[in-house]
């Protein structure tokens, strides 16, 4: 599938235009073949190193030096392997520090870790990915556990792409299915970015975002043939979730791509509530997706908003210090001016049906599990390792866990 990013130079209906980076992109079978071309096509680099763990140079890796020469090569360990400053140090005592282009082959990662050491050395890199497991090959941000604190950097976005169907096809299917969950938040990212706009008029591109929805329904359309493995389908599933990290690039944030159900994930990362989860981002995602599915749906029992406010009065600075130990001074900066100034209570009654109209549109949790049980994926709390006791905590404390403005904080005015 050949991703046309002419589309993206062009001036928007929106007023602005989408500038992205990606030079080239390769989505099909076999294409791993033309990275010689891909790299040509780039310039002329004679120093190429490449960064993988011992997992990826199986699936991919090892076939590079046949097409490429490599220059300098990292080979990392896959067990515990975090994009944290150990890994990156243990990349960058292999790699030889002259590189002028690196090469990713991973999964999320091993991306984190190459754009990280891309950006400090000032060089490109060619993305290589080897499962459909996330949407942010092409994010120009790198999220990092770094001295043990979640920290994102600014970083150099891929200037390529080369993805091989028949590589992604055969990759682990744990993988595959959180691919699919971070595709299917969308649903709700894209709800809570639809209903800030109504309500307080925060910019959004309606390309940007049919462009999301497009991708959502493409893969939702194949998510049988994606479980079997048939290549064309988890194809698909790659095509989809790289135009959703174009839209992000396009749009210079996170914003189309991430929302309450992406904070939720930050939150049970930041193991405040619960310990450390074996999950990946992707299953987390499609959990918080689910758990908002159903509690969004909660707005559509309301017919009066003026009798369910909840009085609210602003930011607790006292309670989120108390809540989130450790990490209050990032939240407080994050909730600093309180996010929800910026809604008035009154237009969100006199808009309430237009909320409720786009809440409506949502799919049910029922739904959405469906989709995941049909990929063979993970749905609960449960599954990722979060009690269900957790489930109120998740809903009050994941809004505080960044500025951005989602229906999640804005039912803070209602009582649910
Ligand atoms: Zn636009
Ligand atoms: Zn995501």
Not at 237 to 262: D, F, K
Not at 356 to 365: G, T
């Amino acid at each position: 599938m050949k991703v046309d990013l002419s589309a993206f130079s062009a001036p928007c209906s929106c007023g602005r235009t989408h500038p992205i980076s990606l030079k080239e992109c390769r989505i099909a079978r076999g294409a791993l073949n033309d990275l010689p071309e891909v790299i040509d096509n780039l310039g002329k680099f004679e120093r190429i190193g490449m960064i993988c763990d011992d997992n990826t140079w199986a699936a991919a890796a090892h076939r590079v030096p046949g097409l490429v020469a490599l220059f300098s090569q990292a080979k990392l360990d896959p067990a515990h392997l975090h994009a944290n400053e150990r890994a990156v140090a243990a990349a960058k005592a292999q790699l030889n520090p002259d590189c002028d282009l690196l090469i990713a082959v991973g999964a999320g990662t091993v991306h984190d870790i190459t754009r990280f050491i891309a950006h400090e050395w000032g060089v490109p890199f060619v993305s290589v990915p080897t499962a459909p497991s996330v949407d942010g090959f092409v994010s120009t941000i790198a999220a990092m556990t770094w001295g043990g604190c979640k920290k994102s950097f600014p970083s150099t976005p891929p200037v390529a792409v080369v993805a091989d169907s028949d590589v992604l096809a055969v990759s682990p299917q744990r993988l595959i299915a959180a691919g699919v969950g971070d595709l299917l938040g969308k649903y709700t990212a894209l709800l809570d970015w639809k209903v800030t706009n109504l309500l307080n008029g925060e910019y959004i591109c309606d390309h940007v975002v049919k462009m999301e929805e497009d991708a959502v329904d493409e893969v939702r359309a194949c998510l049988p043939e994606i479980a079997a493995g048939d290549a064309d389908a988890i194809e698909r599933l790659m095509y989809g979730l790289i135009l959703s990290g174009l839209a992000m690039q396009g749009v210079g944030n996170s914003r189309p791509a991430s929302g309450s159900e992406h904070h939720m994930s930050h939150l049970w990362e930041m193991q405040i509530l619960n310990g450390e989860l074996d999950a990946y981002h992707g299953e987390q995602v499609a959990v918080g997706t689910v758990l908002l599915c159903d509690y969004y749906r909660k707005l559509l029992n309301i017919d009066d908003p003026r009798a369910h406010l909840s009085g609210y009065t602003g930011i607790d600075e006292e309670m989120l210090c108390r809540r989130f130990p450790g990490c209050s001074d990032g939240i407080l900066e994050e909730n600093r001016p309180d996010p929800l100034s910026a809604i008035d209570v009154n237009v969100l009654c006199d808009k309430f049906d237009e909320v409720k109209a786009m809440v409506a549109k949502l799919p049910s949790a029922e739904e959405v599990i469906d989709y995941m049980k049909t990929c063979g994926g993970v749905y609960s709390l449960a599954q990722i390792g979060v009690d269900p006791a957790l489930l109120p905590d998740t809903l009050e404390l994941a809004p505080y866990v960044r500025a951005r403005l989602t229906l999640l904080r804005i039912m803070k005015l209602l009582k649910v």
